[in-house]
């Protein structure tokens, strides 16, 4: 069974403070994506890396920044939180897109961040 | 543009009774892959189906069936004699030209004893 771990299901952070969310999947996979989930919005992604130190902005990357030094691994930064970060967020692994194919998604349990 | 509309944000019924979530879907690929997901209290994603644009034959996963009409653009997820458990929010999801998926906005199931 594929397996994504989030380091954290609740976070209480203050605002200013640097927040680092990590993310580790055991399965190889290439992709590997930050989503936060906010009522009534749905998933929006945040990142989302294709290999080791690749990364590509998603639909709402302002405030946030990535890092994948390990392929396993996808670390979300907040390098300043403020109050509107405060969410769900989702982490998730995927294989690379094959011919003529998209693969799903396999998430983590996420993280419950609140920046006070 | 790619989008991905639950136009039902909430759905109550109580157990047994038949219930079906809606998704309508746009783009303008031939090729796309279309997904549905759950996420019960615990707060995982949990994937349900994978379907291409490709194949457009009904499903039917024991007490889940999906419907793909793609004269529609609709691809609808239904579930027969409703438990309790089924309660979660159910995310219908699009993926065309791109690993990346299109969630929509989710619709919540609570599903009554």
């Known amino acids: 069974d594929v397996k994504v771990t989030q380091s954290s299901r609740y976070l209480v952070k203050r605002t200013g403070e640097k927040v680092f969310l990590e993310c580790v999947q055991d399965?190889?996979?290439?992709?590997m994506f930050w989503y936060r989930q906010d009522p009534g919005l749905g998933l929006r992604l945040i990142y989302f890396?294709?290999?080791?130190?690749?990364?590509e902005k998603g639909d709402i990357p302002e405030g946030y920044s990535v890092s994948r030094e390990k392929k396993e691994r996808f670390s979300l930064i907040l390098e300043s939180a403020s109050t509107n970060q405060t969410s769900m967020y989702l982490c998730?692994?995927?294989?690379?897109?094959?011919?003529?194919?998209?693969?799903?998604?396999?998430f983590g349990p996420g993280t419950r961040l609140t920046v006070t | 543009a790619q989008k991905v509309t639950q136009a039902q944000t909430e759905i109550s019924v109580v157990e047994k009774e038949d219930v079906t979530l809606d998704c309508v879907y746009e783009?303008?690929?031939?090729?796309?892959?279309l997904f549905w997901y759950k996420q019960p209290p615990s707060g995982e994603l949990v994937f349900l189906i994978r379907?291409?644009?490709?194949?457009?034959q009904n499903e039917i996963s024991g007490r889940y069936s999906w419907n793909f009409q793609k004269s529609t653009s609709s691809f609808n997820f239904t579930i027969t004699a409703s438990q309790v458990v089924d309660s979660a929010v159910y995310f219908c999801?699009?993926?065309?030209?791109?690993?990346?998926?299109?969630f929509g906005t989710g619709t919540r199931l609570q599903v009554f004893p």
């Open positions: 399965m190889d996979h290439e992709n």
């Open positions: 998730a692994s995927s294989p690379l897109t094959g011919a003529r194919r998209t693969y799903e998604q396999y």
């Open positions: 890396s294709y290999d080791v130190k690749m990364k």
């Open positions: 379907r291409n644009s490709f194949d457009e």
């Open positions: 783009t303008r690929d031939t090729t796309y892959y």
């Open positions: 999801a699009l993926s065309a030209g791109t690993d990346k998926l299109i």
